[in-house]
């Protein structure tokens, strides 16, 4: 059973180009939750969804920011126009019941803006 | 809304000495608590978890926890560090049945020397 992916593991973008991050979760996990991680700061939440549906994205920047979670496919957490800012890490995790007492990390996407 | 405090950003221990992480909560009902691991460039691997079980616990690599209700803490500790401990840790509180997310302190650096 492989974990939750994520890719890519780097991303480089340009201040104004967008980014698309993607996360497969592990097989038979309906829930996922995308974490935001800057240096010198744990991580912090940004969206919960669930397949087809946003639960909470309470975490996430009002503008520029979205994620969705398909029926068929990976989570994809879109960052538009992106900005020096949004230079992190973003790590994916997933869980069959939307408890934290089984939640799996994915390694990350870290994203550089020049 | 819970929240952990970890205080102490590097922690420095000298190998075979004892590795003692402290994590206090704050939350308004009885949490869930727990301590996760990263490695460098990886994404965090959970050590273990307090689900209002055991108060004592204990988890992968030797580590262990204790729940205390009174103090508001949940203290990691390994009696003997192992160069392969050198890692960042993160405690992290959740609410049974709440809002749904994980929220993470930030975080210990744990350098092992020689």
């Known amino acids: 059973n492989a974990g939750v992916m994520q890719n890519p593991r780097h991303l480089v973008r340009r201040r104004g180009q967008e980014a698309r991050l993607r996360c497969s979760p592990m097989?038979?996990?309906?829930?996922v939750y995308w974490y935001r991680q800057l240096p010198e700061e744990g991580l912090k939440f940004m969206v919960y969804?669930?397949?087809?549906?946003?639960?909470?994205e309470s975490g996430m920047p009002k503008e520029r920011f979205s994620a969705e979670f398909p029926k068929e496919g990976p989570s994809i957490l879109r960052i538009q126009q992106v900005v020096r800012g949004d230079s992190a890490a973003y790590f994916c995790?997933?869980?069959?019941?939307?408890?934290?007492?089984?939640?799996?990390f994915g390694s990350g996407t870290q994203l550089s803006v020049l | 809304a819970q929240s952990v405090t970890q205080l102490g950003s590097h922690v420095s221990v000298s190998e075979g000495a004892l590795v003692l992480l402290r994590c206090n909560y704050s939350?308004?009902?009885?949490?869930?608590l727990f301590w996760y691991v990263q490695y460098p460039n990886q994404g965090l691997q959970l050590l273990l978890k307090y689900t209002s079980a055991a108060t004592l616990v204990k988890g992968i690599n030797g580590f262990e926890a204790e729940f205390k209700k009174s103090e508001t803490s949940f203290h990691l500790t390994k009696p003997s560090a192992h160069m392969s401990d050198a890692a960042e840790y993160f405690c992290?509180?959740?609410?049974?049945?709440?809002?749904?997310?994980?929220?993470f302190g930030k975080g210990n650096q744990v350098v092992v020397i020689p």
């Open positions: 992290a509180v959740s609410v049974p049945r709440g809002n749904n997310r994980l929220a």
């Open positions: 995790a997933s869980s069959p019941t939307g408890t934290f007492e089984k939640l799996f």
């Open positions: 969804l669930q397949k087809e549906n946003i639960i909470d």
């Open positions: 097989k038979g996990h309906s829930h």
């Open positions: 939350s308004s009902v009885p949490p869930y």
